[in-house]
């Protein structure tokens, strides 16, 4: 285990008996959490989506400012700083600590949603329902979203390496130039939400493929989707990190990072050359000009008249979402970005991921909505009663030798899930710890106590669910975006206090704008 004197025994307490403390009255009380948490998330995406809105576009124009202005040329760690991975295991592990299961549960059927939740009051089942729907994706998952990750990784990387105000990778030292007098008394406070978050938001995209490895596998073997099938899902998970997952970064996520991406792109050409492919690329190119077109509409539809479902439940809920991990992703770009300038990390983490995300929608949502515009298969009528997971293994069933497919899936979705998990418990462990060194982990043991951690609450919520039939996954989301509210001020604070420090520097001609580097 790692040396006490590295640990902090008392936040690490602390956040353990907060998951507790949610994760007994949620099993004694499952109905009820459910529907105090549904309340509250429905008072978050409707009532405060101008709020919501407001701050994703000012951390978007933050991060596009410091990046490709001259400020682009600031270099964290000084001008000397070497990087610590190449420039694709840099890319890949910013890519797959992100994206995780979503890119391709999502991929394959977000647009199914929208053709009956359509925005600006667009006729249901319409030619234009169906365009949008293959747009709005793009919108959710595209460059204007990824870019909430970059200021704040620029600004603890930066508070941390350079400025070298920061005694450990913790969000409250991080806020304590803007907090001043007021930050030794929230300090507290601000790093038990961070920590918390952090291993609670990794339960969604858990609880989000879980279902759909077990019913692909289910349907390559002939067998049934059980309980006990998607236990052993999660068991297979659970072992797979503690051989990789808390393995140094260098050994372990560097190398499931550039497996996954590598195996992504194999399986998206093939889809894309076995599959409708003109079909795909002239639907992606109109999703990708509707983006463009409606950018500015998008980013202020709150549809307070039309009182639709896209907006408060997909857009405000992913700007939430995104918003709400800002400060704790922020911290894990950070870590894997010495030696980077502020401009390679805002085309690592926004333009690359984005693209990534841009094809991988395109293309296996594009081959799903050929299935239906072309070939009478109604997923967007059928995904209410068969679920995502069904969906989904009714989709690959369309490729030839589609039993290789899936399980080419299983591992795409399993590698996704196993570097999103790898990043959060990795990053609750560098936060609770102290004195680490520039490059320095937490030691293996230490990384691997997070990662029960991280595997604890989803557990939890399947023995919920198999025990009152509730779907466990709808509280997971409603309560995650519940605790993401008071963190979006955390994402702001660490943005302020950057901004108060830079600023300083800059007065005092301590910022290096290196022009060239031998």
């Given at each position: 285990?790692?040396?006490?004197?590295?640990?902090?025994?008392?936040?690490?307490?602390?956040?353990?008996?907060?998951?507790?403390?949610?994760?007994?009255?949620?099993?004694?009380?499952?109905?009820?959490?459910?529907?105090?948490?549904?309340?509250?998330?429905?008072?978050?995406?409707?009532?405060?989506?101008?709020?919501?809105?407001?701050?994703?576009?000012?951390?978007?124009?933050?991060?596009?400012?410091?990046?490709?202005?001259?400020?682009?040329?600031?270099?964290?760690?000084?001008?000397?700083?070497?990087?610590?991975?190449?420039?694709?295991?840099?890319?890949?592990?910013?890519?797959?600590?992100?994206?995780?299961?979503?890119?391709?549960?999502?991929?394959?059927?977000?647009?199914?949603?929208?053709?009956?939740?359509?925005?600006?009051?667009?006729?249901?089942?319409?030619?234009?329902?169906?365009?949008?729907?293959?747009?709005?994706?793009?919108?959710?998952?595209?460059?204007?979203?990824?870019?909430?990750?970059?200021?704040?990784?620029?600004?603890?990387?930066?508070?941390?390496?350079?400025?070298?105000?920061?005694?450990?990778?913790?969000?409250?030292?991080?806020?304590?130039?803007?907090?001043?007098?007021?930050?030794?008394?929230?300090?507290?406070?601000?790093?038990?939400?961070?920590?918390?978050?952090?291993?609670?938001?990794?339960?969604?995209?858990?609880?989000?493929?879980?279902?759909?490895?077990?019913?692909?596998y289910a349907t390559i073997t002939g067998t049934e989707v059980t309980f006990g099938l998607k236990m052993a899902v999660i068991g297979v998970f659970f072992v797979f990190l503690c051989i990789f997952g808390a393995t140094p970064l260098k050994k372990g996520m560097a190398k499931i990072s550039k497996a996954n991406v590598w195996l992504g792109i194999a399986l998206l050409v093939l889809v894309l050359v076995i599959g409708p492919t003109f079909f795909i690329l002239n639907t992606a190119w109109q999703a990708a000009g509707?983006?463009?077109?409606?950018?500015?509409?998008?980013?202020?539809?709150?549809?307070?008249?039309?009182?639709?479902?896209?907006?408060?439940?997909?857009?405000?809920?992913?700007?939430?979402?995104?918003?709400?991990?800002?400060?704790?992703?922020?911290?894990?770009?950070?870590?894997?970005?010495?030696?980077?300038?502020?401009?390679?990390?805002?085309?690592?983490?926004?333009?690359?991921?984005?693209?990534?995300?841009?094809?991988?929608?395109?293309?296996?949502?594009?081959?799903?909505?050929?299935?239906?515009?072309?070939?009478?298969?109604?997923?967007?009528?059928?995904?209410?009663?068969?679920?995502?997971?069904?969906?989904?293994?009714?989709?690959?069933?369309?490729?030839?030798?589609?039993?290789?497919?899936?399980?080419?899936?299983?591992?795409l979705i399993f590698l996704n899930i196993a570097t999103s998990a790898t990043s959060s418990s990795a990053t609750a462990a560098i936060m609770t710890s102290k004195n680490l060194e520039t490059t320095e982990e937490p030691s293996f043991l230490f990384k691997l106590f997070w990662i029960i951690m991280t595997f604890a609450i989803p557990v939890g919520f399947l023995l919920i669910e198999n025990a009152t039939g509730i779907q466990a996954l709808s509280i997971i989301k409603s309560f995650n975006n519940v605790i993401y509210?008071?963190?979006?001020?955390?994402?702001?604070?660490?943005?302020?206090?950057?901004?108060?420090?830079?600023?300083?520097?800059?007065?005092?001609?301590?910022?290096?704008?290196?022009?060239?580097?031998?």
């Open positions: 285990m790692q040396k006490t004197g590295k640990i902090k025994v008392g936040l690490s307490g602390v956040v353990v008996a907060l998951i507790l403390a949610f994760f007994v009255p949620a099993a004694i009380f499952p109905a009820e959490t459910k529907a105090v948490c549904s309340a509250m998330y429905s008072f978050i995406t409707r009532e405060l989506a101008w709020l919501m809105f407001a701050c994703f576009i000012t951390v978007v124009a933050g991060s596009v400012y410091m990046a490709f202005s001259k400020h682009g040329r600031v270099r964290l760690g000084g001008r000397d700083a070497v990087p610590e991975f190449t420039n694709f295991e840099y890319i890949s592990m910013n890519m797959c600590g992100a994206l995780a299961a979503g890119v391709v549960v999502f991929g394959f059927t977000e647009w199914m949603y929208y053709v009956t939740d359509t925005p600006f009051q667009v006729e249901a089942g319409s030619v234009r329902a169906y365009e949008y729907a293959a747009a709005y994706p793009l919108f959710h998952w595209g460059p204007m979203m990824w870019a909430l990750y970059v200021l704040p990784g620029i600004a603890i990387g930066y508070l941390y390496y350079n400025k070298k105000c920061m005694k450990s990778w913790s969000m409250a030292e991080a806020c304590k130039p803007a907090l001043g007098k007021y930050g030794d008394h929230i300090s507290p406070v601000i790093d038990v939400m961070a920590v918390f978050s952090t291993v609670s938001g990794c339960c969604t995209t858990i609880g989000l493929g879980t279902p759909v490895l077990a019913q692909l509707t983006n463009i077109a409606d950018a500015v509409r998008m980013c202020f539809f709150t549809d307070s008249i039309g009182q639709g479902l896209l907006s408060p439940d997909w857009t405000v809920f992913y700007v939430v979402w995104y918003l709400g991990i800002a400060a704790k992703t922020g911290l894990w770009v950070a870590k894997i970005s010495y030696g980077r300038t502020f401009k390679e990390i805002m085309w690592a983490v926004n333009i690359w991921t984005a693209i990534a995300c841009w094809i991988s929608f395109s293309t296996l949502g594009n081959f799903a909505l050929d299935l239906e515009v072309n070939g009478g298969v109604m997923y967007s009528q059928m995904i209410g009663e068969l679920g995502q997971a069904g969906v989904i293994a009714d989709i690959t069933s369309h490729l030839p030798v589609s039993k290789v497919f899936m399980a080419a899936f299983i591992v509210l008071p963190l979006i001020a955390l994402a702001v604070l660490v943005s302020l206090s950057f901004v108060k420090v830079y600023r300083e520097d800059l007065r005092n001609g301590l910022v290096d704008f290196e022009l060239d580097r031998k």
